[in-house]
């Protein structure tokens, strides 16, 4: 938390926090609404590029190259998106990859 100068600017904050994570939320809740965000959200559900490679694989879908789908492939579409991704759900994967990166394995 930031610090904060009295009590309204800290009450602010909060409420500022509690906006963008209810945000947050709602994107969660929402079915995906195209193949790249279904691997976007399993990449978030298990926090995993192989555990999310493996799910594609499992659905018989190859990588654009024509081969089997890698974790390199789930890196890149976290790491740069695509157009049929809502730019809120990314920016969650892009944090979770961020926490992950910095904290190491953090489930």
Known sequence: MKPYADIAEL???LESEITHLT???NT????PSSFN???I???ID?????????FVRSLGVKSERGSLFSSGD?????????EDISPELLA??????SMKNKNGKHR
Request: aromatic fraction near 4%.
């Open 23 to 25: 945000a947050q939320i």
């Open 28 to 31: 969660l809740k929402k079915e």
């Open 74 to 82: 789930v890196t890149k579409l976290v790491k740069n998106g695509a």
């Open 11 to 13: 009450i602010e904050t």
């Open 46 to 54: 298990t926090c995993s590029t192989g555990k999310t490679k493996d």
């Open 37 to 39: 965000e279904q691997v």
């Open 92 to 97: 969650i994967a892009q944090k979770m990859a």
């Open 41 to 43: 959200f399993k990449y």
